[in-house]
Structure formats: C-alpha cells, structure tokens
C-alpha cells in the first residue's frame, strides 16, 4: 500500500485516537511480562551468580577477547563493541552492533562499600535500581544518581548523568573518584584525577566508550536519613520562579545554605512549583502524618500531585528516600500521559496503574523502524543544559518552538577543571559563580507531544530542534 493511501491513513488515526485503549489491552501486559522475566533475571542474577570475588577473573576473561581481536590482521578488525543489546540501553540511538566484533561485558556485582572514604565500588552494569536497593538501608545514596531504575552505574558515566541534587555537586562524572577501563590494546588502566592516567580521567565522561571498556568504578556516595522532608512552593510569574531558583540554587552566593533536593516543575509560561528537599528522620508520630507513599502505584502521578499544589498553596510531606528518588518512574516524568490519555485516573491506577510505566526496553525491543518514524517525530523528548542567566528566555522558546507543558528544571553546578580538561567545555567567565570554580547551568527538561502534533498542523520537529540548539 502506498504511502498516501486513504485506507492506511485512516488505520493510523484510528490507532492514534485510540492508543490508550491500544496500549492497556496490548502493549502494557505484554510490557509488564517482559520486564518481569528481565527482572526475574535480574533477581537470579544477583541472588546466585553474585560473585564480587572473582571480577579480576571476570575482566581476565574480557582482556583475552580484547586480545584475540587484536591478533587478528589490520584489515580483518571489525571496530569493537558491547554485546550489551540496544534495546536493553536507555539511549534512544540505534547502533548497528551486528557489524561490529561484540565483546561481552557481563559485569553486574557491587563490589565493595569503603564508608571511610564515602565510596563504592562497582562494575558498570549495576543499575540504579540495584544500587539504591544495596546503598539506602546502609544510610547512603549515590551523590549523582537518576530517577530511573533501569539506568546503569557505567552508561551514565560514559553517557551523561545529573540530578536534583547536582546544584551541590555537579554532574554525575564529579562524582566518579576512578575508573578502570581495558584499552584496545588489552591493557588495563586504573584512572584517577591526580595519577598519571588523568588526561584519561577526564576525557572518559561523554566518551560514549569510544577510548575503551569500563570494567570498573569508584562512586561517592552520601549519608542520607529515611525521609525527604519535601517542601512543595506554588509561584506566580516567570520572573518569580526564575529568582527563587537562581537564588535556592546557590548560583548568586556561594555561602548560600543549600537544600539537599531542588526542582521546579513548570506548568505554564507563568506558573511553577519549586520543590526543595532535606534528608530528614519522622519520628514525631504527628508528623507520621504527613508521609506520602509517592511510588505506590495507586497514587496520583506525581506531577499531577505537584500540580495540585498551585490551587492549595504551599505545604510539605515527607516521602521514603527511594521513593523520592523514583517519583518519575512511573509515568516517565510526563510521557505516558500521551500515550495512555485516561492513566491518572483513580479507578484505572487502582486496578492497571501496577503495570505502569511502558517499559523503554520493551518499547525499544517490539518497536519497528517504521513505527519509529511515526512516532519518534511526533514527540520531543530533550534535556538541555543552559546557564542559570537565560532561564526565562529558555522557557519562553521551548514554549514557541514545542509548545508543550509541564517542563522540569534543575539546577547543576559545572565546573571549571581549566582548558582542554575533557570534552566539555569550561563555563565562561560571566558564567561563573563569584568566587568559585564553578558556574551554576540547569537542565530544561522538554518531554511530550508538541502542541501543533496535538492539534494536528504541520510541524517540523527537525527545525525545532535545531532552532532549540541554536
Ligand atoms: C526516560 C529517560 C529519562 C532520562 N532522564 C535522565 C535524567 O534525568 N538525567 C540524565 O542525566 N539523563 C537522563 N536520561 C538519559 C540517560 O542518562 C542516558 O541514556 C544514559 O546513557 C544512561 O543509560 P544506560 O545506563 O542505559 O547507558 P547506555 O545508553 O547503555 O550507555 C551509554 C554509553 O556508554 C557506553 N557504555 C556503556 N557501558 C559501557 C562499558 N562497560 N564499556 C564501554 N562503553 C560502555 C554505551 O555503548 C553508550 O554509548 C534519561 C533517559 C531516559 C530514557
Ligand atoms: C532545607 O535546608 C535548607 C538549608 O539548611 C533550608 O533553607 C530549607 O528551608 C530546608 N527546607 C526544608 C523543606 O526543610
């Protein structure tokens, strides 16, 4: 059938009105089998292979590989890579891995926790979900971590990584205290930031795995309490809101007492709730009151939460510490909303919400090509880091060039290692925080349906987002 033909057309608005319905009866169940068996896996994994002894053992074993390809003549090499399945990866890229020579890297186990110096070890593929689970009945917490589970201790190294807490300690890679990667020619460097593998200390950040395969890492980690005590601050007018987080950030006076979690959720051009958050114990059985179960599947979104917030004013609760950190898992900050329409209410989180969120794996794993080029064009889904000075005019493009709302904000330190200190460039002068070595950036998070796919005009989301990037 060719591309125009009435009939196809109309089978895709069909499915478009009724996606919702599509994905309840399809898509959700079949999502939440799959990640059960991935999980299960996970679980064998971790309850029986657990073997934290014998990773100079496991890396050997990747070292020979490493040295066999290189063995092989020049014009025989295919480039390297992991046999980690796209799919299985957060990234939304697809890589042509069948054309390279896959190298396993099937390094799971937390290797060891040294409270002294505040760090733990780890091999790449522990996810965030393992980490949190071992770190937070111990009384830490990553310094950078990610509000999604699945996300891997190595890809956010390698990849990107920051958070709410990153307006204390910067992105995820600040956090890193060594690394220890097999080269191309098999050799295996232990990088930190005072030995004599620096340079590759900060070049691996951002690196994508491009300069070799991380086997290993060291990761601050931070003493948390049970609790967030979560203060939810509703503000009027973009200037407003804008002020109070240059000013809770820290980004105009580096003696400024900073809470422990902030963020903003955007609702309109001129209508925010900031959230600042301190670790905290409950033990006043008064204010036991106040806990909110924010993960629970049968609760309210928790944007839509937040939202409630603007109509009842200020107030705070208290939110378990691993709750707090995955309060976006389950609607994908706000992505499912479009997918499923009707997903926050009562009666459907009550009887389906427990099947939430749509598994990237899965999504990842049963999507085609083509259906990629339908649906990956009608969505944005771009966090963009921008210095604390342009917050306004930022909100006011996204809103022109996406149109599209809620929007998150964070802040996020950079810091200034000096030139040629990695891939990233130092901030600028008038960028920096006085007095500091850093200058305060942010993250403008852009997800959902721009509006003019919504109302169906025509739309060029290749020129957005390049326009965005200008
Ligand atoms: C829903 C969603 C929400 C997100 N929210 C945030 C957010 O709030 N903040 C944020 O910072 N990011 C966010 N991200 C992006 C996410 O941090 C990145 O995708 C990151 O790459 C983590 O994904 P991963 O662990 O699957 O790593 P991967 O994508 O698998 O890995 C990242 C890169 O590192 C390479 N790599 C991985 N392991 C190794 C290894 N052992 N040796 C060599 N190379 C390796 C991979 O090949 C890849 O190029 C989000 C992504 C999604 C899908
Ligand atoms: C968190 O701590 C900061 C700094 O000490 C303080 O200014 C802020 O009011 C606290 N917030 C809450 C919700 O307790």
Not at 145 to 165: K, N, R
Request: charged share 25%; aromatic share 12%.
């Amino acid at each position: 059938m060719g591309e125009s033909s009435p009939f196809r057309k109309r089978l895709i608005r069909w499915l478009e009105d009724n996606r919702g319905f599509i994905i309840l009866v399809f898509c959700l169940p079949a999502s939440f089998l799959f990640d059960t068996c991935l999980q299960l896996r996970n679980w064998f994994r971790r309850t029986f292979l657990s073997a934290p002894e014998k990773h100079d053992e496991r890396v050997r074993d990747i070292q020979r590989r490493i040295r066999r390809w290189g063995d092989q003549p020049k014009d025989k090499r295919k480039p390297m890579c992991t046999s980690r399945p796209n799919w299985l990866s957060l990234s939304t890229t697809f890589f042509q891995k069948d054309q390279c020579e896959k190298i396993p890297v099937d390094l799971y186990n937390i290797l060891s926790l040294d409270e002294e110096r505040q760090v733990v070890r780890v091999e790449p593929m522990v996810s965030v979900g393992d980490i949190t689970r071992y770190l937070i009945p111990r009384g830490y917490t990553l310094a950078v971590t990610l509000e999604i589970a699945d996300a891997t201790c190595g890809g956010l190294g390698l990849g990107v990584g920051m958070t709410t807490y990153s307006h204390r300690v910067g992105f995820y890679q600040e956090a890193v205290e060594s690394w220890d990667v097999l080269l191309g020619d098999g050799s295996l460097v232990h990088a930190t930031k005072d030995n004599e593998h620096s340079d590759l200390y900060y070049a691996l950040p951002w690196s994508h795995g491009s300069l070799g395969l991380l086997v290993a890492m060291e990761l601050k980690i931070i003493p948390v309490k049970p609790y967030l005590k979560l203060k939810y601050i509703p503000v009027h007018g973009q200037k407003a809101y804008c002020d109070m987080m240059r000013d809770l950030s820290g980004a105009l006076d580096k003696t400024a007492k900073l809470p422990d979690y902030l963020e903003a959720t955007v609702f309109s051009k001129d209508e925010a709730v900031v959230m600042v958050g301190n670790f905290t114990d409950v033990t006043d059985p008064k204010e036991k009151a106040k806990i909110n179960h924010v993960a629970s599947w049968y609760k309210p979104w928790f944007y839509k939460h937040v939202e409630t917030f603007l109509q009842k004013g200020e107030d705070y609760e208290y939110i378990p510490l691993r709750e707090y950190l995955l309060r976006h898992n389950r609607a994908i900050f706000w992505v499912v909303e479009s997918m499923i329409p009707f997903g926050n209410n009562p009666i459907f989180r009550l009887l389906f919400g427990w099947l939430l969120p749509p598994k990237p794996a899965f999504l990842k794993f049963t999507t085609t090509p083509g259906v990629r080029a339908m649906t990956f064009a009608k969505q944005v889904f771009q966090d963009i880091v921008l210095p604390m000075t342009v917050l306004e005019k930022s909100v006011d493009r996204a809103e022109q060039l996406f149109d599209t709302y809620p929007i998150l904000i964070y802040p996020c330190r950079i810091y200034d290692h000096g030139p040629a200190m990695g891939q990233l460039r130092p901030p600028r002068k008038d960028q920096m925080c006085p007095g500091t070595n850093y200058g305060m950036f942010y993250d403008l998070g852009v997800y959902g349906v721009p509006g003019p796919v919504k109302r169906r005009e025509r739309y060029d989301p290749v020129h957005a987002m390049r326009s965005m990037e200008k």
